[in-house]
């Protein structure tokens, strides 16, 4: 395999890009100067030096101090982050078209998936048993006695494969649920037939979530 095969192969791992799209990011690379493709490669290299996933939601973020070494994001450390709803989302993208539409204050869980309707090894995919262990340690009584989450929101793509990932979850968390007391709820009718989370506008997830069942 010569190197543009090799180079458009890993660009066919990007999400939706087919081997054309690959092919066209290949030859236009090649006709940069080899000015650009050092940026290109050193700001690689520095994604991977100055960015960590958040141990408590799992989202990427960039690491404004050194010193944090527990790597824990800003939406988590936040005090004024409304601690009684955690929204379940399948990935970073859609985390950031929720937090830039500002209608929703709370913490997020990404899952890092969604559950394909016919999958044998699903937990292997998603983050089921760490969302589960999150439930459960945000629920527990603090110091007052006072459990601090009070509602669970599964924000997933209408599509059926969104549809089928939001029966999986509900099923998996169930028993937490009830036995913390927990509201399990899904985005309402903002969003229409096959919208993808990540690609909705500010107006229809303030809707989405209003009408949230």
């Known amino acids: 395999m010569d190197v543009i095969e090799k180079l458009s192969e890993i660009f066919k791992e990007f999400p939706g890009i087919g081997e054309r799209q690959a092919k066209r990011f290949v030859y236009f690379l090649m006709s940069k100067n080899s000015a650009y493709a050092e940026n290109l490669s050193m700001s690689l290299s520095d994604l991977k030096k100055e960015v960590a996933q958040c141990r408590e939601c799992f989202r990427f973020f960039i690491i404004k101090s050194k010193e944090n070494k527990n790597q824990v994001c800003d939406i988590c450390l936040n005090v004024h982050t409304d601690s009684s709803v955690l929204m379940v989302i399948e990935k970073d993208s859609d985390l950031e078209s929720v937090k830039k539409s500002r209608v929703y204050n709370g913490k997020y869980f990404i899952l890092g998936g969604l559950v394909p309707i016919v999958e044998k090894s699903t937990k292997k995919r998603i983050r089921i048993e ?62 229409s037939t096959g919208t993808e989370l990540e690609y909705s506008d500010n107006d229809t997830l303030k809707n989405a979530l209003k009408n949230r069942r």
Not at 140 to 154: C, F, Q, Y
Not at 175 to 180: L, Q, R, T, Y
């Open 130 to 191: 760490e969302l589960k262990k999150k439930i459960e340690s945000e629920a527990r009584p603090n110091a007052l006695g006072l459990a601090s989450l009070k509602e669970v929101i599964l924000a997933f793509s209408l599509s059926p494969q969104g549809d089928h990932t939001d029966s999986y979850v509900r099923e998996q968390i169930k028993d937490i649920a009830e036995k913390f007391d927990i509201k399990v709820s899904s985005l309402g009718r903002g969003l």
